[in-house]
């Protein structure tokens, strides 16, 4: 049973109806009430506004890390640590044979929980700087093997606390951004839910960038940037709606943009509502960006990177 | 408080009202002292009497770093507000506002000078425009700094001072971080220093890219220099900041600097630095 969305409530009722039709035995309205529902599912989702995209990348049920990779890789082994403090659990990274290429992958990304317990083990996905020191390790130990690198992204930002900072947040996620640019081996980030800003980018500079059709990718939350642009808006106004409006936070932006390659489709009414469809929808479109990166020379991968990076916003 | 304290408070208060552009008296942030502007700015605009380290733009620290003659590089093109962005003003408002009060095109300016007698090319963030904010502007003008160094085979500093990306440049501001970190790379591979000067404050994706990844990392006293801004993680934690949290010092305490250095001492410090790192320099 899918947990409805706010703005879900008419396609909520619509199903209602259909299973109170259903219960009185009339399976014809049941049938009718399902189609309308549908075809209001269909037509919500056709055009979702940036905020309501935002809801949905943030919904429970969508597909995370260890749901996504159990998919994508078979054999996943993790890898632990970042040599240095600790175990940082809010992005998870490890090594397997990629599912009908049968090449090893390294998988690299932050893992929100799906539950109370799992939430607070994996920090809701908030990542310290082990987590991105441990990235930065994987993405070197890639390198050493001629292993191609994938990583999922989906987190609300780096963990904002005195910890973090006292070992180096920032520098964690700078260092991170630094090897994957350097990483002679392909890699492809995958903005699976909400990419939101340093916490993203720091698993996220690669040579494809790809973005599921309804995940939102942005330089700060919508709520962060509402609170800091609209300080003076009334109480009840929901500024965070116009500032994921006004920052361009979908995919369709993105991929305008130039700061994403590829818009990977979601299932009707998004990938919560059918997270194996989307899953291989994801996997699907990872096969075909892998594919000419293979043919590539470490030397033309990193070359053809950097010249990505150093190339996007010139010619808006 | 002293009858020459009272007077010149009095003083600038009066001069403050009628709006008066060359204020006589210069009023520390820190301690509240006034002290003559020309000694203030004779000071490299440090407090003689408390040490505060007041913020200073491109100008200004050009002056004090550079030997003498230095030559400003062209402020790179840019798309102007790429995402046609409005909160509550326009972001080419907010643009037109901070070039009026700043008279600079952008909040980063880049100058190739001697400092000692060597040949360097500096960067420097400045605060007052748009709160040091990083978008493509100063992303272009990071990156002309790059390839300003790698044609002159000079060293690259870069003072920084931002509150953070540029919000209103949305996404592409956050892709300044690996913009500006390939950059960093080129210089690597080129075998010429680039040196972090972190100055107040510097803080968000500023910090978590090119503030960070210096050869070496210095800063000025009690800078205020971190990764999340205090508000969110006092919100995120609800306890009270530890004492000195985020501040230069702390920094240093915690491996993230290689020296706290005083803005006297700044200009040396540098020409010694690039002077050893270049000695035995292999050039790519
Ligand atoms: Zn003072």
Redesign the pocket.
């Known amino acids: 049973m899918s947990q409805y969305l706010d703005f879900e409530k008419p396609i909520a009722q619509i199903a209602q109806r259909a299973a109170d039709y259903r219960a009185a035995g009339d399976e014809a309205g049941a049938r009718h009430a399902e189609g309308a529902a549908r075809r209001l599912l269909a037509e919500t989702y056709a055009r979702l506004t940036p905020w309501q995209k935002t809801m949905v990348a943030r919904h429970p049920q969508r597909p995370h890390f260890t749901d996504t990779v159990k998919a994508l890789v078979a054999d996943f082994m993790p890898l632990a640590g970042d040599r240095a403090y600790g175990e940082d659990e809010a992005i998870i990274g490890g090594i397997g044979t990629l599912r009908g290429q049968n090449i090893p992958v390294v998988v690299i990304g932050h893992e929100k929980g799906s539950d109370t317990a799992s939430r607070v083990k994996h920090n809701f996905g908030m990542g310290r700087p082990e987590g991105y020191r441990k990235a930065a390790r994987l993405v070197e130990l890639a390198g050493r093997f001629n292993v191609p690198v994938i990583t999922l992204a989906d987190s609300a930002g780096a963990y904002p606390g005195v910890d973090g900072e006292a070992r180096g947040q920032a520098e964690a996620i700078a260092r991170a951004t630094a090897a994957f640019l350097a990483a002679p081996v392909p890699i492809i980030a995958a903005i699976t839910g909400e990419g939101m800003s340093g916490g993203a980018i720091g698993i996220a500079a690669a040579d494809r960038v790809i973005m599921f059709e309804h995940a939102v990718y942005a330089v700060i939350s919508p709520e962060g940037c509402a609170s800091i642009l609209w300080r003076t808006a009334e109480k009840g106004q929901n500024r965070a709606a116009d500032a994921a409006e006004a920052m361009k936070v979908t995919a369709a932006d993105c991929k305008a943009l130039g700061v994403i390659d590829t818009i990977v489709p979601e299932p009707l009414g998004g990938a919560h509502r059918d997270p194996q469809a989307a899953i291989a929808s994801l996997a699907m479109a990872i096969a075909a960006e892998l594919q000419p990166l293979l043919a590539k020379s470490p030397q033309q991968l990193i070359r053809d990177r950097r010249a990505k990076y150093l190339a996007m916003g010139r010619t808006l | 408080m002293s009858w020459i304290t009272r007077t010149r408070q009095q003083l600038t208060g009066f001069l403050a009202r009628r709006d008066t552009p060359d204020n006589l008296w210069t009023k520390?942030?820190?301690?509240?002292?006034m002290v003559y502007t020309k000694e203030w700015e004779d000071n490299a605009s440090v407090?003689p009497?408390?040490?505060?380290h007041d913020r200073i733009g491109p100008k200004a620290r050009f002056a004090q770093l550079f030997d003498g003659d230095y030559r400003v590089l062209p402020a790179a093109k840019v798309a102007e507000d790429p995402l046609k962005f409005k909160d509550q003003k326009k972001y080419t408002d907010r643009l037109k506002a901070a070039r009026a009060a700043t008279g600079e095109p952008e909040a980063m300016m880049v100058a190739d000078g001697q400092i000692m007698g060597r040949r360097a090319i500096v960067g420097v963030q400045d605060f007052a425009f748009m709160g040091g904010s990083m978008g493509m502007g100063v992303g272009e003008a990071f990156l002309a700094g790059v390839d300003a160094a790698l044609a002159a085979s000079a060293p690259y500093i870069v003072f920084t001072a931002a509150g953070g990306a540029r919000m209103q440049e949305g996404i592409l501001s956050l892709m300044q971080m690996p913009r500006t970190t390939v950059g960093i790379q080129q210089l690597h591979d080129a075998g010429l220093p680039y040196i972090v000067v972190l100055t107040d404050p510097t803080t968000g994706g500023v910090t978590a890219s090119y503030a960070m990844l210096g050869d070496v990392q210095i800063a000025e006293p009690n800078a205020l220099i971190g990764f999340a801004g205090q508000r969110v993680i006092e919100q995120t934690i609800r306890e009270k900041l530890p004492e000195g949290f985020q501040r230069a010092e702390y920094l240093l305490e915690h491996g993230m600097l290689d020296m706290v250095v005083h803005r006297r001492d700044l200009k040396d410090t540098l020409g010694r630095l690039i002077g050893l790192l270049m000695a035995r320099r292999i050039a790519a």
């Open positions: 520390c942030k820190n301690c509240g002292a407090c009497r408390c040490d505060h």
